[in-house]
């Protein structure tokens, strides 16, 4: 699994002219799912991401968490993270299948539920428009697949 985790002060997802879902404090998630991706990866990437400790402290060092701070996530799934760029037009053969994806994506949303988080969430495969305010700004790579 992939995932670029942006620390912001709010984001929203809209679809259809909807908001669909919005958090203030917290993460934006982007999730991509591969093909041999398992509920493994999906519950080593939840805990990785729910304890980033990537919010200052007292003293303005990045070592508070997301409980620590009241801290929401919004997850999108994204499988243009595992685009393969060797030409100008990428592909996308290296995602998951929907059938796989999906179930994935949803197990990678109630890990995150079941540790206490607000979770809110666009829709899978839908054409979504995604509003963030990066704090800091604030990003990490995820990829389960590299140590």
């Not at 620590?68 to 990428?90: C, E, H, N, W």
């Not at 949803?106 to 969430?121: I, K, N, T």
């Amino acid at each position: 699994m992939r995932a670029v985790v942006t620390r912001v002060t709010s984001a929203s997802v809209t679809i259809g002219g909807k908001v669909e879902g919005a958090i203030e404090k917290g993460f934006l998630v982007l999730l991509g799912v591969g093909p041999q991706d398992t509920q493994a990866a999906c519950d080593k990437l939840a805990e990785k991401v729910c304890n980033l400790r990537v919010f200052e402290d007292e003293n303005g060092k990045m070592n508070r968490d997301l409980s620590q701070v009241g801290g929401a996530l919004l997850v999108i799934s994204q499988f243009t993270l595992y685009a393969d760029t060797s030409s100008r037009r990428p592909g996308f053969s290296h995602a998951a299948r929907p059938e796989l994806a999906v179930q994935l994506y949803e197990w990678f949303l109630e890990r995150c539920r079941q540790r206490g988080f607000q979770v809110e969430h666009g829709q899978f495969g839908a054409d979504m428009q995604v509003a963030s305010v990066n704090d800091g700004p604030v990003t990490i790579l995820f990829d389960t697949d590299k140590p």
